[in-house]
């Protein structure tokens, strides 16, 4: 089987609409499907931010449901879902409301309804999305195929992928071993800074803990293995990483995930990883990766539709 891989989309349909159709899926029967039978790959990152949250969960589902997709979750689901479910246990949401998560989350509260019928039904289905996809000769899960918690989430996961309840409930609780995992493969590596250091993010706000570039081998120290917005880089250290920190391909398996939000043009990290996020969910262009089985990958097999305006 080939698969085509699928960057966070965030709620761009006409953006999602385009890369179908430069990539060969035509609609058929309700549900687009590639004619030679290709399978299209969701790295999850299906909503917030754009102009067609509904319209780009309704076509993702009717893929799957006639088997030409299939979907992980991303951080984003996996915080929809705890902003839908009351806490079995306490008087409040698994996610509490606080503005902050209100606004977060606000095209798809605002094309969707709060609390309506739609909106029960959509994160009961964000709750069947499984962390992430071994397919053997390819993996994916958002943003970091973390060894330990993979194993954690795999004995997590019914025959269907998807996390099982108390599982999923447990993931809200911090700290915990599931939210550890959650936050590992839909998240990334955070790293905190040495005492003392902050830089600010695009939103300026500060922070402590630094995300890096778990896939860049020659990445060895604070300053160079962060990702973080240029104009702070100086900010950081110029001092190496805890030694338990090992940077580099995770594996011998091409490994794809989104979440990073990378700019310039489409190019792999290495020859086993790839991330597939650059920014579709505000101007930048939805990348996908056309994989026919290759175990190194290539910069000949991106296709993307619509760029950041120069
Ligand atoms: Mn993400």
Redesign the pocket.
């Known amino acids: 089987m080939d698969y085509d891989i699928i960057g ?1 989309v965030h709620g761009q349909d006409g953006k999602l609409v385009a890369l179908l159709g430069k990539l060969g899926y035509r609609i058929k029967g309700g549900a687009y499907r590639h004619p030679q039978g290709r399978m299209a790959l969701f790295l ?2 299906l909503i917030d931010r754009g102009p067609g949250q509904l319209e780009v969960v309704t076509i993702v589902r009717r893929m799957i449901e006639a088997g030409s997709a299939r979907s992980i979750m ?3 689901e996996w915080n929809a879902i705890g902003f839908g479910l009351r806490d079995p246990e306490g008087p409040d949401f698994l996610r509490p409301r606080t503005e902050s998560k209100i606004r977060e989350h606000k095209a798809f509260l605002e094309q969707v309804g709060m609390d309506t019928p739609l909106h029960e039904e959509l994160v009961a289905w964000f709750a069947t999305l499984p962390p992430l996809l071994d397919l053997g000769d390819l993996r994916l899960c ?2 970091w195929w973390e060894p330990g918690s993979v194993d954690t989430l795999r004995a997590a996961m019914n025959g269907d992928g998807a996390l099982d309840e108390a599982f999923l409930v447990a993931s809200y609780r911090k700290r915990s071993l599931p939210w550890q995992a959650l936050e590992r493969l ?2 990334g590596c955070e790293i905190r800074l040495p005492e003392g250091v902050s830089f600010l993010d695009h939103n300026d706000i500060k922070r402590k803990d630094i995300r890096v570039r778990w896939w860049d081998a020659a990445a060895s120290g604070y300053r160079d293995a962060a990702l973080v917005p240029e104009g702070q880089r100086d900010r950081l250290p110029d001092l190496p990483l805890p030694s338990e920190i090992t940077l580099g391909a995770v594996s011998e398996v091409p490994t794809f995930v ?2 990073y939000w990378l700019s310039g043009e489409p190019a792999i990290q290495n020859a086993k990883t790839a991330v597939l ?1 650059y920014g579709a969910g505000l101007d930048g262009p939805l990348v996908a990766y056309r994989w026919n089985g290759e175990s190194e990958l290539s910069n000949a097999a991106f296709v993307s539709v619509g760029s950041r305006p120069m």
């Open positions: 966070d999850g990152d991303g951080n984003h958002h943003a839909t998240k989104g979440h996020d």
